[in-house]
């Protein structure tokens, strides 16, 4: 079976993720260890015990998905045979990892100074990001660029399926203008509860901070294609792979992009790894066809399913 994994990005973290992992599998208790040294706070005290506002703070919310995720995939990866990876925005780095591109504490080390570099961009310069539901996509770039200028920055931060764009900028500037979308067709329009704008111009300063650490550390060639957001397209050349990394921060997440190009590479199977299904819903939004089929790997249970995929 022709098989993608997808790695989760930020919205999809649970107080107790990580929980039966750590109490079932020696390994898992390993990697979260060395986690917890390079990032020198409890990670696996957040992850299973929280509080939830903790926990969903950027600083802690991406290392505790990506070592989710990174568990996850060294318990399930015996037992699978996947043709390319993808990861939505913080998913990258586990997709990384998967490939070989990363090592462990490589990609651990980056995800940590990730989180940690956002938050702080997000205090000082304030930004939000709002989800846009059933609008054309190209009415809402349309939208972005009339009311981007001197009074503030809107853009197209995210194109999850088609229909559903999450835009991000100032954050006073884009709660004044949000209505518009709404005004212009949108059925939905709902501000998401982020640190900051993601994936635009106002992460330059992380953006910045983060390549320097991305430049210096060794990426490998992949083991199979890599999908990355910027260029939704499969890439095997480690450097082509770093440098679309380094645009990332500041650059839209082409998501329902890259689902529509590995359907057409022949892609039928989408698997989805880390805590919830909000992939697998994109897929589905993404890809109409029938002919696709779609899990997730979030739990000790869950391996149990992918023998042979």
């Known amino acids: 079976m022709e098989t993608a994994f997808l790695f989760s990005g930020q919205g999809s973290q649970y107080v107790g993720m990580t929980k039966d992992l750590l109490s079932g599998f020696p390994q898992a208790s390993l990697m979260m260890q060395e986690a917890c040294d390079i990032a020198g706070f409890p990670l696996d005290r957040i992850c299973v015990d929280g509080p939830a506002d903790l926990l969903k703070e950027t600083r802690y919310t991406q290392p505790a998905l990506f070592v989710h995720e990174a568990i996850l995939w060294n318990l399930a990866k015996e037992f699978v045979n996947p043709i390319a990876f993808a990861g939505h925005s913080l998913g990258e780095y586990s997709a990384l990892y998967a490939s070989g591109v990363l090592s462990f504490r490589d990609a651990c080390s980056l ?11 997000g205090e000082k310069q304030p930004g939000t990001m ?18 981007s200028g001197k009074d503030g920055t809107i853009v197209a931060a995210n194109y999850n399926s088609p229909g559903q764009i999450v835009l991000s900028g100032d954050a006073e500037y884009l709660r004044a203008q949000a209505p518009l979308f709404k005004s212009a067709g949108a059925r939905m329009v709902t501000e998401l509860q982020v640190s900051g704008a993601f994936h635009s111009s106002l992460m330059a300063s992380a953006s910045e901070e983060l390549g320097k650490a991305i430049e210096s550390t060794l ?11 910027v260029h939704a397209l499969p890439i095997l050349d480690q450097n082509q792979l770093k440098h679309y ?3 990332q921060l500041t650059s839209p997440v082409r998501w329902s992009q890259s689902i529509q190009n590995m ?3 022949g892609i039928k199977h989408f698997c989805e790894i880390g805590p919830g299904k909000v992939l697998q819903g994109l ?22 399913l992918v023998q042979g995929i």
């Not at 066809?289 to 249970?301: H, K, M, R, W, Y």
């Open 245 to 247: 990394l380094l645009q």
């Open 219 to 229: 990426f490998n060639k992949p083991d199979k294609p890599v999908y990355p957001n």
């Open 130 to 147: 709002f989800a846009v539901i059933g609008l054309e996509d190209q009415k809402v770039e349309q939208l972005c660029q009339e009311l």
């Open 283 to 304: 897929v589905k939004r993404s890809i109409t066809a029938s002919d696709i089929s779609i899990q997730g790997i979030d739990t000790s249970l869950d391996i149990k």
């Open 111 to 121: 995800v940590i100074l990730r989180g940690s570099i956002m938050f702080k961009a």
């Open 263 to 265: 359907y057409n590479a």
